[in-house]
């Protein structure tokens, strides 16, 4: 029986954050020194922050990851940053796939997939989000659509990733799903991903995402296949971000 791989719980501070914020890493930091947790932390705060966040955090075993990336190595895409310029900020991971990216930036899965190849091409890890809509739950559809998310923007290279199940309606809600029903989502990403690769598809860590708190943490974290948590609301205070870890204590 392979072990469990290692957890991750990472911070997603979505558009949140100025330079000052600086002080919340620096609380995290401090946390982790008195009690360090058995699980990888990661935090991604804004791009603009990624280089001060990348610094201050060195050496602390504290990750620093963006929020997207575009697919192509540079070019005239106004606005964007390619996943070389954000491992080049002081970035190793990236999420892609994001829901609020999905919905509100129009990316389908097959954008998805080009910039889970984008972050492996620069030497990023991709935490490559997937979930359903509240239509799909009621529908009893949510097996089917993980399904279709996962063969539309799964990478061929499946190791090193990072997968997080965000329901889309738990996102931000305060609502999650039952462990049972988390329990069931992840055995069939958990099954998918062995069915593409055998030997990565055991190891790459699940992530549960949406309304994750220090009050439900240990209940989601001891759900089978579960490995660690992508966290939004909850990680822009130190003492929530920590109180989830102690998850993992
Ligand atoms: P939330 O967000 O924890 O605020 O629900 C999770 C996410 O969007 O990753």
Known sequence: MAQ????????NWKMNGLAASVAELEAIMAGVAEKAPAADLMICPPATLISLFAKTAAGSGIAIGAQDC?????GAFTGDLSAEMLKDAGASAVIVG?????????????MVRAKA???RRAG???ILCVGETRE??????????????????LPDTLDGLVIAYEPVWAIGTGLTPTP???AKVHEMIRN???SKDKSAGPAIRILYGGSVKPQNARELMAVRNVNGALVGGASLKAADFLGIAAAYA
């Open 70 to 74: 575009h697919a192509e190595v540079s």
């Open 117 to 119: 190849i984008a972050a």
């Open 124 to 126: 990023l890890t991709a």
């Open 136 to 153: 799909e739950r009621e529908a009893n559809a949510t097996i089917a659509r993980i399904h279709r998310q996962l063969d539309g923007s």
């Open 98 to 110: 994001h829901s609020e990216r999905r919905t509100l930036h129009g990316e389908s899965d097959e």
């Open 180 to 182: 049972e029903d988390v």
């Open 192 to 194: 998918y991903l062995i």
């Open 4 to 11: 469990d791989p290692r957890p991750l719980v990472a911070g």
